[in-house]
């Protein structure tokens, strides 16, 4: 229990984008505790073993980055230094390969756990003043896919509507998603939902039965790659019932024709042979969604993840436009954001393809305004590298430099060993990190250490575009500062006007003003507001405003004719084949208990209970062909690397397809469980998100 006798300060959990408010308080000896906030609208006091446990994360310090370490070349070991030495030559090495090499020779990779400040400071300093657009952010593998989709089918990167809707709706259709595991306490108020309303039907897709599963009154196990055509069957199934709402296409939406004749293409029977699920439970989906007065799809990394994300989004987000489920209560698209601030990173355009307030970099009039507001000439028209781009660049040598903050790319990027390559490839790369547990870290050439949670203040956004102020609670441990300080410095370092802050409120203020007039205004927002009347959601254009929870209740739409556009999504699989030689599908995910690399969730004893080492799921049919057994320690091969793991038999994985959980890294296990080893650096042509959920592979006995 959190003791009464000091400050209470508010907070949010620093994990998943579900966006729980924490109360922190720090006991008389120091000791920090949590517990979930009771008056908080996201989770009214709930929160999951994650976030009960985060205080363990931020007292213990044993793997903390305590002061910024240099090395005079790659041969030479890290050496403390100064703060002022690590800028000075981190600006040294920038001015020199920009003088040299152009200012695309460089570039910054972030995160979308970054708070709202930092990122908007970093990418005004990227594309600003070193004039590149080469900043992009961990967010290109989790989001990108969703982003495209509503900016297509909506006009915006914008998410309709709120947790709220959840207590309104009758069905759900999670596609791609396991929300009981990685979305915990939205999971709860889909359960608390049921519970109230036992007539609620929810829909499940995916190849694995998860634990969201078990609450499921419909699970389609579908063949990995197969979501356009079973999305697109049940939107045939609906139009032939009658079950669509034609007056909501005939004054909202464009293409509904083209649609039409799209998904007439392929039969009910073909489309379920295709997926390998029983047509009569296509035709059951279609009725529960027929039957619903509130339908909400919502879905995460299944769909996004992929080499057909934006399609697979598009032909998911037909089903709520054919049917008129948006834009009321208890209905919409919600896509389930897996980082804590990866919206608010898009809100101020942390993203190779983005400007700030969700303006579009490749139009001129657009540069035009942000430069204006930014005081500098202009703003290069040259699309920045996106995440797989930028590691494609430093290992060819198109980039020279890069500077990596609060991510660890050698264990998340796709095809782990291209990342091997590019950063031992770089000339410079700058490590700006809470913890030294970051794999990536061992190709610094310089090390920043950053303050973490509780150790500085800002804002981060929810999924449902809630905006939340974080305090600073805590002191940092040795020499590390907030990120959005390092930023300043360097700039001041660089020689550039515009970083001279008092405080993180004269920050967020700038980012407001930035917003004014756009979509996500939230002009009428400050620190003041946020921290005396608490969180509150985008858009807020005017003092007192109050927020907007749910967005096109007037059915107007952010295209440039306001109307919804019904677009074809194809059906092609993208992705690499299986073959003889690899012929199982390699998938790759969470489990409920860890978090990214482990960087964090690693340390807490806790949390390695659930799962303390990393498995291979495979069907029992799949073990048996290959003479495996339980517990087996199997080797998971293909042509871009191998991994060794210990097999977990199990029918709740789809016959052909293979599970191998995303959190475990190489130095920790010497490649064992290393899933990116394995993974694809193939990207959607639209979002360019990598295709982490399809990889081609074989298993056997070790
Ligand atoms: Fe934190 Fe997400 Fe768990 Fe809430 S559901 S406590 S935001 S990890």
């Not at 230094?81 to 920038?94: E, K």
């Not at 972030?110 to 900043?135: D, R």
């Not at 870290?441 to 929810?462: F, H, Q």
């Amino acid at each position: 229990a959190v003791p009464h006798s000091t400050h209470t300060h508010r907070s949010t959990c620093s994990y998943c984008g579900v966006g729980c408010g924490i109360l922190v308080q720090q006991d008389a000896r120091g000791k920090l505790h949590v517990k979930g906030d009771p008056d908080h609208p996201v989770n009214r006091g709930m929160l999951c073993s994650k976030g009960m446990n985060l205080h363990y994360v931020v007292s213990d310090q044993q793997d903390r980055m305590l002061y910024p370490q240099l090395r005079a070349s790659r041969q030479h070991p890290l050496e403390r230094v100064s703060w002022d030495t690590a800028l000075t030559r981190a600006a040294a090495v920038f001015k020199s390969l920009i003088r040299q090499y152009g200012p695309d020779s460089v570039g910054f990779y972030v995160s979308g756990q970054c708070l709202t400040e930092e990122y908007y400071l970093v990418n005004k300093l990227t594309k600003g003043f070193l004039g590149t657009n080469n900043i992009d952010t961990n967010s290109r593998l989790c989001m990108s896919s969703a982003v495209a989709g509503y900016v297509k089918a909506l006009g915006e990167d914008s998410v309709p509507i709120s947790y709220e809707d959840i207590e309104l709706a009758d069905c759900f259709f999670i596609a791609g998603a396991n929300p009981a595991w990685c979305h915990p306490i939205l999971f709860r108020r889909i359960e608390q939902r049921k519970e109230q309303h036992p007539a609620m039907k929810m829909i499940v897709v995916d190849p694995r039965r998860t634990q969201t599963c078990q609450m499921a009154d419909l699970h389609l196990q579908i063949r990995p790659g197969t979501d356009t055509i079973v999305y697109q069957a049940i939107g045939r199934a609906l139009i032939e019932n009658g079950d669509i709402d034609l007056h909501f296409i005939q004054h909202h939406t464009d293409g509904f024709e083209t649609y039409r004749d799209e998904v007439m293409q392929t039969t009910l029977e073909e489309a379920a042979a295709h997926c390998d699920v029983p047509v009569e439970d296509i035709r059951l989906a279609a009725r529960y969604i027929a039957e619903s007065k509130g339908f909400i799809t919502m879905w995460a990394m299944g769909l996004n993840q992929s080499a057909q994300g934006v399609n697979k989004n598009l032909a998911l987000l037909n089903l709520n436009l054919i049917t008129g489920h948006i834009g009321k209560p208890g209905s919409g698209p919600f896509s389930l954001t897996g980082q804590p601030n990866a919206m608010g990173g898009r809100e101020v355009g942390g993203m190779s393809s983005l400007l700030a307030a969700h303006r579009n970099l490749l139009n001129p009039a657009h540069r035009d305004e942000v430069a204006r507001f930014w005081g500098v000439e202009k703003i290069s028209e040259k699309p920045g590298l996106t995440a797989t781009q930028m590691f494609d660049a430093l290992r060819d040598g198109r980039m020279k430099a890069v500077w990596i903050v609060c991510t660890n790319p050698l264990v998340s990027l796709p095809d782990a060993r291209l990342a091997d390559e590019a950063l031992k490839n770089a000339r410079f790369v700058v490590v700006q990190d809470i913890s030294n547990r970051s794999d990536t870290a061992k190709y610094a050439d310089l090390v920043l250490p950053a303050a973490g949670w509780l150790e500085k203040e800002g804002t981060m956004t929810n999924s449902e575009r809630r905006i939340t102020y974080l305090p600073k609670v805590v002191e940092a441990p040795g020499e590390a500062l907030p990120d959005a300080e390092i930023f300043c410095r360097f700039a001041r370092k660089m020689g550039y006007s515009g970083f001279d802050f008092p405080d993180q409120a004269a920050v967020y203020a700038e980012h407001c003003a930035l917003t004014q007039g756009t979509n996500i205004d939230i002009s009428g927002l400050s620190y003041d507001v946020l921290k005396t009347q608490g969180s509150v959601q985008w858009p807020v254009p005017s003092p007192g405003h109050g927020g907007t929870p749910r967005l096109f209740t007037d059915r107007q739409f952010y295209t440039p004719n306001q109307r919804a556009q019904i677009l074809p999504s194809g059906a092609q699989n993208a992705s690499e084949h299986v073959s003889p030689d690899f012929p199982l599908v390699l998938t790759t995910g969470r489990v409920r208990d860890q978090w990214h690399t482990m960087t964090r969730t690693g340390k807490v004893r806790k949390l390695g209970q659930h799962r303390p080492t990393p498995f291979l799921e495979i069907h029992p049919d799949d073990a048996r062909q290959r003479d495996i057994q339980h517990g087996d320690t199997v080797v998971v091969r293909n042509l871009r690397g191998e991994v060794r793991v210990h097999a977990h038999i199990s029918g709740d994985i789809k016959r052909g397809v293979v599970f191998l959980p995303m959190h475990w890294g190489k130095i920790l296990n010497r490649d064992f469980g290393r899933a990116n080893n394995l993974t694809n650096n193939v990207v959607d042509p639209v979002s360019k998100e990598p295709d982490f959920k399809f990889s081609a592979v074989e298993v056997e006995r070790y």
